[in-house]
């Protein structure tokens, strides 16, 4: 605990936040959450109604040293929403029932209700929490989670640690947005803009530093959607973590956080005091199919030396020559797995369904969450838990043996980055493709092809048209999703279920009380299959499906997209236009367009489509 208590002064006021912690004795850590609405105005433009814990926001940060207990009694005061808590990036190896997103490792805990999360931390680093139920988390309920290290490899290079989060940020709520963006005057799945980006949940933000020091960075991206590019002017970065693993030293001038990443790096500060420097995070605009008038994609802090000296404004990049973090090595030197026993293929696919919404896919599959919790049909089937069809075939269920190597390859036939993550395990990535490289082709790896030493973490980015190649050993007995951690692809179904060592699980595992308790409470039956069938568990009438396809021979994007911009040029209905239309084939042409206005700090020649995300947030704000 050393570390973190030498450095709460500097953190408490850099985040303005007073958890309600209680330090019991001997490593065990409780924090009281009552999670309800409050309201917010972070980036100065637009207040409005935010998830808070304690009638606070921003959210404290979870603080915890390794070998801690860890305890969070969650109360959901929300009133209109079930919510759950996801603790990202921790194996929960033991406690899988504590990973917390709904219906999969628990129910949604209705409003009124308590549900008490409770586990055991052995990894150190940098994480975070978010709520991982109903595309819920970019209301606010989202904050780092650092998991202090009585052994850190770098402690006797630092001076003190800066606990640093980088988010996008939503006027609307996501209960807003969500039927708006999964909607058949959406064709093309155009994702909402975010309104602004945030550094520590402010755009002011100040952190004081003096001269000839180090100092630990820890940064996490809790956004929902934007990457972003960070980098410090005047400083270079040592990055020596990502996503709590340790890496070697590697230098870096600007970094990369795609959504739900997480880097810790040092900076050294000048020896001088005459000027304080410029940080920068910029959401990359790549991304965005639009770009709405009007938009500040850039969020700036500053690096005080001095504070009776000017914030300057910082620079304008020529280009983001971010740090490529494939060729990052970890501290531990953990060798590459051997060859796999079972490979998980997955082509991500974005296209409509027949009733003309946008969905994501992995091959012909989107994911739908099923009537019972997939863990409890895992505790409540027997021997038939190895049997993938009792999770229901919209959970996309892959059943691992335990300890068995397992690969995943991505290939992506998008057009998009999709930063993918897998719960309950770092995975080595063995193989990245650039931009446009096609589907991965096995018969030109082997075993020497790979690195011998992979960089490994827990959210790793597939770039567009390209692929990714991943692989884990599958010894935490579970039930853990991998999924985009994109959260509108999360409400479109870029969703898989590992369902790892069903048996072994049923022989270790309790499922707490208080968690049936919660299910209870909001009428979600748990057990029996997906479908909550407990006498036949392989009769999976009634399980939750998805939408039929369109029938064959349309091409759904184009003909959906067709007949909805003929319908709203005939109706002239803004509502039907506000983004939904904008062209994919122009939005792709455009993002070397958007990446030089992104440096130019200007948005000239860019179709303003999105102009009317604006209003049509205008609209909301004066609801
Ligand atoms: Cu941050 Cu499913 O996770």
């Given at each position: 605990m050393a570390i973190s208590l030498s450095f709460f002064p500097i953190i408490s006021t850099l985040l303005l936040v007073l958890s309600k912690v209680t330090e019991a004795a001997n490593g065990t850590v409780v924090y009281d959450f009552n999670i309800g609405w409050v309201t917010s105005n972070p980036d100065g433009a637009f207040e409005r109604t935010t998830i808070g814990i304690n009638g606070e926001w921003p959210l404290p940060i979870i603080r915890a040293t390794v070998g801690d207990q860890v305890i969070v009694n969650v109360k959901n005061d929300l009133g209109n929403q079930t919510t759950t808590l996801h603790f990202h990036g921790l194996f929960m190896n033991g406690t899988?029932?504590?990973?917390?997103?709904a219906q999969v490792s628990?129910?949604?805990?209705?409003?009124?209700s308590s549900f008490t999360y409770n586990f055991t931390v052995n990894q150190p680093g940098t994480y975070w929490y978010h709520s991982h139920?109903?595309?819920?988390?970019?209301?606010?309920?989202r904050a780092p989670l650092i998991i202090t290290d009585?052994?850190?490899?770098y402690a006797d290079q630092m001076d003190e640690e800066i606990v640093l989060s980088l988010s996008d940020w939503y006027h609307d709520q996501m209960q807003v947005w969500i039927p708006k963006f999964i909607n058949k005057a959406n064709p093309t799945g155009a994702e909402p803009v975010p309104q602004a980006a945030l550094m520590n949940d402010t755009q002011n933000l100040t952190v004081p530093v003096q001269p000839g020091k180090t100092y630990l960075f820890r940064v996490v991206?809790?956004?929902?959607f934007a990457g972003q590019y960070l980098w410090f002017e005047g400083h270079n970065m040592t990055i020596v973590e990502v996503d709590g693993v340790y890496t070697d030293p590697a230098e870096a001038e600007l970094i990369y956080i795609a959504a739900a990443q997480r880097y810790s790096f040092m900076v050294t500060t000048k020896n001088e005091t005459s000027v304080n420097y410029a940080i920068v995070s910029s959401m990359d605009?790549?991304?965005?199919d639009t770009i709405p008038d009007g938009l500040n994609w850039n969020v700036t802090g500053w690096l005080v030396y001095?504070?009776?000296?000017d914030k300057p404004e910082p620079a304008l990049v020529d280009e983001f020559d971010d740090f490529d973090d494939f060729t990052l090595t970890p501290y531990d030197k953990m060798a590459l797995l051997p060859e796999p026993d079972q490979v998980v293929s997955l082509d991500v696919i974005m296209d409509n369904l027949g009733n003309g919404k946008p969905y994501a896919f992995f091959g012909n599959v989107t994911y739908v969450s099923q009537k019972v919790p997939t863990l409890y049909t895992v505790m409540s089937t027997?021997?038939?838990?190895?049997?993938?069809t009792v999770y229901g075939e919209f959970s996309h269920p892959f059943v691992l043996e335990h300890n068995q190597i397992v690969e995943i390859v991505v290939n992506n036939l998008d057009t998009g980055k999709h930063p993918f993550h897998l719960h309950g395990h770092n995975f080595q990535a063995i193989a990245r493709s650039d931009e446009d490289a096609g589907v991965f082709d096995s018969?030109?790896?082997?075993q020497t092809t790979y690195p011998a030493i992979p960089m490994r973490r827990d959210t790793f980015v597939l770039k567009p048209a390209g692929y990714i190649v991943l692989r884990f050993q599958a010894d935490n007995p579970g039930v853990w999703l991998f999924h985009c951690h994109i959260e509108w692809h999360v409400d479109q179904g870029l969703i898989a279920t590992m369902v790892e060592a069903p048996l072994e699980l049923q022989k270790t595992l309790t499922i707490p009380q208080n968690h049936f308790d919660a299910c209870a409470a909001g009428g979600v039956?748990?057990?029996?299959?997906?479908?909550?069938?407990?006498?036949?568990?392989?009769?999976?009438?009634?399980a939750n499906v998805a939408p039929k396809p369109l029938?064959?021979?349309?091409?759904p994007r184009g003909i959906v997209a067709m007949t909805f911009s003929a319908l709203a040029a005939l109706l002239g209905l803004a509502t039907i236009v506000w983004y939904g239309l904008a062209d994919m084939g122009a939005a792709t042409m455009r993002s070397e367009e958007k990446r030089i206005a992104a440096m130019n700090h200007e948005t000239t020649d860019?179709?303003?489509?999105?102009g009317s995300v604006n209003s049509e947030s205008d609209e909301a704000r004066r609801r």
């Open positions: 899988t029932e504590m990973d917390g997103p628990q129910c949604g805990i209705p409003p009124g139920d109903k595309g819920q988390y970019p209301d606010g309920l009585p052994d850190f490899p991206n809790i956004g929902a605009t790549s991304l965005f001095n504070d009776t000296k027997g021997e038939n838990a190895s049997n993938p018969t030109n790896s082997t039956p748990y057990t029996g299959n997906a479908a909550g069938n407990t006498v036949d568990v392989l009769d999976l009438s009634g029938p064959a021979g349309f091409t860019i179709t303003p489509v999105g």
